[in-house]
């Protein structure tokens, strides 16, 4: 080993390697059609890597199905929002929501790997379902609840929340249909920035909506 290598470093970039070449391929042929060895060999890395970084071919896969999203998911706790004004609380919610699209193709690969996953699950969509987006989900509804004034959530605010979310989990499944008609919209970080702070504007909107729709007592 050279005097200038890191053995920390490589490690990091081995592993790194790994997880590239794995969500490559089981975006493009699934699980079990993609072979470890593949994997291993698009990587340019000993096969038996794989059971040191990750025990298996399930623990890898499970590193490609998540670790491309980013280390710091979507704040999942009440408490990262307390103090901030809805105006800020919906900026920061969104800012964090939409940060991974800023890796650009790697993003493209994990919705791939995301819809793959649906067709032919193996668990771990079930697994992100209930360890991040149901606590996002929850966080975003007492939220609502706390800025609406309600006793309780009820079905309206789960409708709100749904409809919330889903301006922003467009841009991560429709990553095709924005990249033909608006391209603008997502090339660059700052582009990024600009829509979760429009995000959390028009959400703002749709919050005051339907404070207004109960205040005229609309069912």
């Known amino acids: 080993m050279g ?5 920390d470093t490589e490690t990091h970039d081995a592993r790194s390697r790994l997880v590239m070449s794995a969500l490559r391929l089981f975006a493009e042929k699934g699980y079990k059609a993609a072979s470890t060895r593949e994997i291993c060999e698009a990587a340019e890395i000993n096969i038996s890597s794989i059971r040191y970084y990750f025990g298996d071919k399930a623990g890898l896969y499970r590193a490609a199905f998540t670790e491309p999203m980013g280390e710091t998911p979507c704040h999942s706790e009440l408490q990262a929002y307390v103090g901030l004004s809805l105006d800020e609380a919906l900026g920061k919610f ?3 929501f939409l940060e991974p699209l800023k890796k650009g193709e790697e993003i493209w690969l994990v919705m791939k790997l995301h819809f ?3 067709i032919e699950p193996t ?6 379902i209930d360890t991040e987006i149901k606590p996002q989900h929850e966080v975003l509804v007492s939220l609502l609840k706390k800025h609406l004034g309600l006793q309780r959530i009820d079905t309206d605010v789960q ?8 301006m922003a989990v467009h841009f991560y499944v429709g990553q095709d249909v924005v990249s033909a008609i608006a391209p603008q919209l997502l090339t660059t970080a700052n582009a990024i920035d600009v829509l979760a702070e429009r995000l959390a504007g028009y959400a703002v909107s749709m919050i005051e909506g339907e404070a207004r729709r109960r205040a005229q007592g609309a069912i």
């Open 123 to 128: 668990g771990a969509w079930q697994q992100v």
């Open 116 to 118: 793959r996953e649906m």
């Open 94 to 96: 969104f800012t964090e």
């Open 159 to 166: 409708r709100l929340a749904f409809a919330i979310v889903g």
């Open 3 to 7: 005097t200038n290598e890191n053995p």
